[in-house]
């Protein structure tokens, strides 16, 4: 046996136990790999660094994340409105509210607002627009009567076909020359990003103690 390598894993694990303490990580052997895989390929990242805007003047990293996925919306909002210019579809969340309906079935309305990142407020008013125009239906909840269970209804399903080529259109551009294996890549990371932030976006904290309540809880340092 190779009590060398034994020990360099024991030293690895002890490791991953430390810098996991948020749960980032499953602590499996999976989550072990992953946290390995993930690792390395930060180090290929930081030997192979890309270049920035302002980077040469100290922006951050994290700065220049954050603008380019604000830009990104953006550009995809463009092509959505595109996509549904001249329908009666009033917003792209109201195709996308539908989209959802119809991929995962009957829900709570709250169930649907919150899968699509909104607040209450917002989601009611999405939902309201698309009971008026038929696309979806109601129906009282068999353990919760105060619930309704809403589901895309057949004119919510023709509204959807009838501009649902123009729409793929508009999210095959959104990726515009991305090679398989770059999308393949980005979904991984735009996925374990959207882990970090759903949990945080669901215990609804109030705005003036959100990024200090994230903040401390995990233990962000400057």
Same mark, same amino acid.
């Given at each position: 046996?190779?009590?060398?390598?034994?020990?360099?894993?024991?030293?690895?694990?002890?490791?991953?136990?430390?810098?996991?303490?948020?749960?980032?990580?499953?602590?499996?052997?999976?989550?072990?790999?992953?946290?390995?895989?993930?690792?390395?390929?930060?180090?290929?990242?930081?030997?192979?660094?890309?270049?920035?805007?302002?980077?040469?003047?100290?922006?951050?990293?994290?700065?220049?994340?954050?603008?380019?996925?604000?830009?990104?919306?953006?550009?995809?909002?463009?092509?959505?409105?595109?996509?549904?210019?001249?329908?009666?579809?009033?917003?792209?969340?109201?195709?996308?509210?539908? =989209?959802?309906?119809?991929?995962?079935?009957?829900?709570? /309305? !709250? %169930? #649907? &607002? $919150?899968?699509?990142?909104?607040?209450?407020?917002?989601?009611?008013?999405?939902?309201?627009?698309?009971?008026?125009?038929?696309?979806?239906?109601?129906?009282?909840?068999?353990?919760?009567?105060?619930?309704?269970?809403?589901?895309?209804?057949?004119?919510?399903?023709?509204?959807?076909?009838?501009?649902?080529?123009?729409?793929?259109?508009?999210?095959? =551009?959104?990726?515009?020359?991305?090679?398989?294996?770059? /999308? !393949? %890549? #980005? &979904? $991984?990371?735009?996925?374990?990003?959207?882990?970090?932030?759903?949990?945080?976006?669901?215990?609804?904290?109030?705005?003036?103690?959100?990024?200090?309540?994230?903040?401390?809880?995990?233990?962000?340092?400057?």
């Amino acid at each position: 046996m190779n009590y060398r390598v034994t020990k360099e894993v024991i030293d690895l694990l002890e490791q991953f136990g430390q810098e996991n303490t948020n749960h980032i990580y499953p602590d499996t052997v999976q989550g072990f790999k992953t946290w390995i895989c993930d690792k390395e390929s930060a180090e290929h990242a930081k030997n192979n660094e890309p270049y920035w805007e302002g980077k040469d003047s100290g922006r951050t990293a994290e700065s220049a994340i954050s603008t380019l996925l604000v830009h990104l919306n953006r550009y995809a909002r463009t092509y959505s409105k595109s996509a549904i210019a001249g329908s009666d579809f009033a917003t792209q969340e109201d195709f996308i509210y539908l =989209i959802n309906l119809r991929a995962f079935g009957r829900m709570t /309305k !709250m %169930e #649907l &607002i $919150k899968k699509n990142i909104h607040n209450k407020p917002v989601g009611m008013l999405i939902i309201t627009r698309l009971l008026k125009q038929g696309w979806i239906g109601q129906i009282e909840s068999d353990t919760d009567r105060r619930n309704k269970l809403i589901s895309i209804t057949a004119e919510g399903i023709a509204a959807l076909e009838q501009h649902m080529n123009k729409i793929r259109m508009a999210t095959e =551009i959104v990726t515009g020359n991305l090679t398989y294996h770059e /999308k !393949m %890549e #980005l &979904i $991984k990371i735009l996925n374990k990003l959207d882990r970090f932030h759903y949990p945080i976006f669901s215990k609804n904290i109030d705005s003036k103690d959100l990024i200090k309540t994230v903040y401390e809880e995990y233990s962000f340092k400057n």
